[in-house]
């Protein structure tokens, strides 16, 4: 049997190859370092995201919760005032139809500042001396006082008969002068206080002539 030598013997890859698979090898092992990496930074951004949208939702939960308590607060005054404004409009008219006489002496009060505004306007100071009388001790004014004072609940609606006497006495004063430029600016204020007194009282929609 004949037998064969190799002088040269080869291994049955060459080393060529070797290295050329381990090559490969490490570049796959790299790849998936790679790629792991990858999915773990995809994976953190996501969390990241998804707890910053939860803390939002959450702030915005707050926040809303908090504008809705203040909103409900501000309905509660809202809805008390309206009970309050209503209530004393109530007592208020009750008093006005249970005080027929004094509400008399308001619409006595209109027509009379209608006369004497008409007088003062053609200079015509005796007819709207005759109307007033000659001090604001007058038996009408007296009257008008105590229906004002009847129907008068806040401060400022004291304050504006305060400014119509007030007004109204300087009329009768200048009047009595014979002051035309006196009693026409004397008369504008006293049937402005008395007209505003009306407006806060809401005996506006009482009085004919207003």
Same mark, same amino acid.
């Not at 002051?179 to 009282?201: H, Y």
């Given at each position: 049997?004949?037998?064969?030598?190799?002088?040269?013997?080869?291994?049955?890859?060459?080393?060529?190859?070797?290295?050329?698979?381990?090559?490969?090898?490490?570049?796959?092992?790299?790849?998936?370092?790679?790629?792991?990496?990858?999915?773990?930074?995809?994976?953190?951004?996501?969390? =990241?995201? !998804? +707890? $910053?949208? %939860?803390?939002?939702? *959450?702030?915005?939960?707050?926040?809303?919760?908090?504008?809705?308590? #203040?909103?409900?607060?501000?309905?509660?005054?809202?809805?008390?005032?309206?009970?309050?404004?209503?209530?004393?409009?109530?007592?208020?008219?009750?008093?006005?139809?249970?005080?027929?006489?004094?509400?008399?002496?308001?619409?006595?009060?209109?027509?009379?500042?209608?006369?004497?505004?008409?007088?003062?306007?053609?200079?015509?100071? =005796?007819? !709207? +001396? $005759?109307? %007033?009388?000659?001090? *604001?001790?007058?038996?009408?004014?007296?009257?008008?006082?105590?229906? #004002?004072?009847?129907?008068?609940?806040?401060?400022?609606?004291?304050?504006?008969?305060?400014?119509?006497?007030?007004?109204?006495?300087?009329?009768?004063?200048?009047?009595?002068?014979?002051?035309?430029?006196?009693?026409?600016?004397?008369?504008?204020?006293?049937?402005?206080?008395?007209?505003?007194?009306?407006?806060?009282?809401?005996?506006?929609?009482?009085?004919?002539? %207003?």
């Amino acid at each position: 049997m004949a037998t064969v030598c190799l002088s040269n013997p080869k291994p049955f890859l060459p080393s060529s190859s070797f290295s050329t698979r381990k090559q490969i090898i490490l570049c796959k092992a790299e790849n998936n370092v790679c790629n792991f990496s990858s999915m773990i930074s995809k994976r953190s951004l996501s969390i =990241s995201l !998804a +707890s $910053s949208l %939860l803390l939002s939702l *959450t702030g915005n939960g707050t926040f809303n919760a908090n504008a809705a308590i #203040l909103e409900a607060d501000e309905d509660d005054e809202l809805m008390e005032k309206v009970k309050k404004d209503r209530k004393k409009r109530l007592e208020r008219q009750g008093i006005v139809n249970s005080s027929s006489k004094e509400k008399g002496y308001l619409q006595d009060l209109v027509y009379k500042l209608s006369k004497v505004g008409q007088a003062i306007e053609k200079n015509d100071l =005796s007819a !709207a +001396s $005759s109307v %007033l009388g000659q001090n *604001t001790d007058a038996d009408w004014l007296q009257k008008v006082n105590s229906a #004002l004072n009847k129907f008068s609940g806040s401060d400022e609606e004291k304050s504006e008969i305060d400014s119509f006497n007030s007004s109204l006495s300087s009329l009768v004063s200048s009047v009595t002068k014979n002051d035309i430029e006196g009693s026409k600016t004397a008369f504008v204020a006293s049937a402005s206080a008395f007209e505003k007194w009306t407006t806060l009282t809401g005996l506006i929609e009482e009085l004919k002539g %207003l």
